[in-house]
């Protein structure tokens, strides 16, 4: 590949920053910039529904690297100011205050935004007590209203839903959950993990109603929500909702310009788009996974890092494909989460440990395969189930469930040294 002059990053997060460094790091002496729509310097999102929510950690904490770091690695951070449009002929962006940018690669990193309420009352997302949970601002606007003896309704038991229950817990507010499927974390986990999580947050107070539709609010003169109505007729009074169903990737710029999408903006093992001279990483992409045998859209941190690294160290001519098996965690209470895998189409479901005890693991197999483990507080066999899953290793359902046996039994030989 030919020396690259410039490279220019539209979007400011967590990916979008380790490019940045990971550029320089490489060795790439060009220009850098930096261009994000927030007023904040690249950060970690996963703390903004934990530890940061809570109060227990300083924004500081949540950047990825200080100002100073980029300052001195010579990258420029133009923050606050959205990018509108992508002149891939001129290879040029233009932001919203009417600057023009040039580059010499562009990389997209531009993520996600949350999934809205489609219900058609305007009032809905003018209501101060009603949030979504993406960035600083969104989390920093909750934290004055987590007061004890609050009431919260959270709309929605995924990862964020859950998350937030036990913070809010923490801090005695008064928490009910609602969710339209007939279980928790349904689309990622087994019925098993599911019920241990339902009965983990009930019995620290949380009040959770599974196959419940939302069907509306009430509001008061000032226009603040005061009751959250439900399809089984039931009203849920409410100091406070926070709404987490889902994620929506932002490849509108992409898609005005031209780019392939699939899912997300499509790329390749390298994060390379349909247009040579442009990149993406992160949550807005697509990609085709090894592992999954096809093209995936991940919203996972370990795996928009891998795609950053991937894809600056295509542009210092260095190939690194990422092929990474996706894993993601997620913590509540006490207990931390750690998935490997995907899960999707699996026929068989083992436990090792017994939930009751708090700390587990859920195999998923398909046809004997294992396709993906679920670890509940057990760190160091999930480093070994990460091994498994990466290998697509056939074994015996009762073998796994065997904890007489350790798992790291089951991992190949290393390969004789050279």
């Not at 300052?71 to 606050?80: D, M, T, V």
């Not at 008064?174 to 019995?203: G, K, N």
């Not at 005890?357 to 160091?380: C, E, H, I, W």
Request: hydrophobic share 45%; net charge neutral; glycine share 8%.
């Amino acid at each position: 590949m030919a020396a690259v002059d410039s490279v220019l990053i539209v979007g400011a997060g967590h990916a979008a920053g380790e490019m940045a460094i990971a550029l320089r790091m490489n060795g790439y002496a060009g220009a850098i910039t930096l261009v994000g729509e927030e007023a904040h310097a690249p950060y970690q999102r996963p703390p903004l529904s934990k530890a940061f929510l809570a109060g227990e950690m300083p924004r500081e904490r949540l950047h990825v690297k200080s100002l100073a770091t980029y300052q001195n690695a010579n990258i420029e951070f133009i923050p606050g100011v959205r990018v509108t449009s992508i002149d891939r002929i001129a290879r040029t962006v233009t932001l919203a205050d009417s600057r023009t940018l040039g580059y010499g690669k562009l990389v997209l990193a531009t993520g996600g935004r949350p999934r809205q309420l489609s219900l058609p009352d305007p009032r809905i997302n003018r209501a101060p007590n009603l949030h979504y949970l993406r960035t600083i601002d969104h989390a920093e606007g909750m934290r004055d209203q987590f007061r004890a003896g609050n009431k919260l309704v959270i709309i929605g038991g995924g990862y964020i839903g859950l998350e937030v229950a036990a913070v809010a817990r923490k801090k005695a507010i008064d928490v009910t959950l609602i969710e339209a499927l007939p279980r928790v974390l349904q689309r990622v986990t087994a019925p098993e993990v599911s019920a241990f999580y339902t009965q983990v947050h009930e019995a620290a107070g949380v009040r959770i109603r599974v196959n419940t539709a939302l069907t509306g609010f009430e509001f008061d003169a000032a226009g603040s929500v005061t009751a959250v109505l439900a399809g089984d007729g039931v009203v849920i009074p409410a100091d406070v909702v926070i709404v987490g169903i889902g994620l929506i990737p932002n490849t509108e710029l992409a898609a005005e310009a031209g780019l392939l999408i699939d899912d997300g903006i499509a790329v390749d093992e390298y994060g390379q788009t349909s247009d040579p001279d442009i990149l993406a990483i992160g949550d807005c992409t697509s990609h085709e996974s090894v592992y999954a045998g096809r093209r995936l859209r991940l919203e996972s941190v370990p795996s928009a890092l891998e795609q950053a690294r991937s894809a600056a160290a295509l542009l210092v001519g260095v190939r690194k494909p990422y092929h990474a098996v996706p894993w993601f965690w997620s913590d509540q209470y006490d207990l931390k989460l750690q998935m490997v895998g995907l899960n999707r189409g699996y026929d068989t479901a083992v436990l090792r440990g017994a939930p009751a005890n708090r700390n587990f693991l859920a195999f998923y197999l398909k046809d004997g395969v294992l396709l993906a483990v679920d670890s509940v507080s057990r760190p160091q066999e999930f480093m070994v189930a990460k091994k498994l899953v990466a290998e697509r290793l056939r074994v015996d359902p009762a073998r796994l469930a065997d904890e007489s046996r350790p798992l790291k039994e089951l991992l190949p030989p290393a390969p004789p040294a050279s």
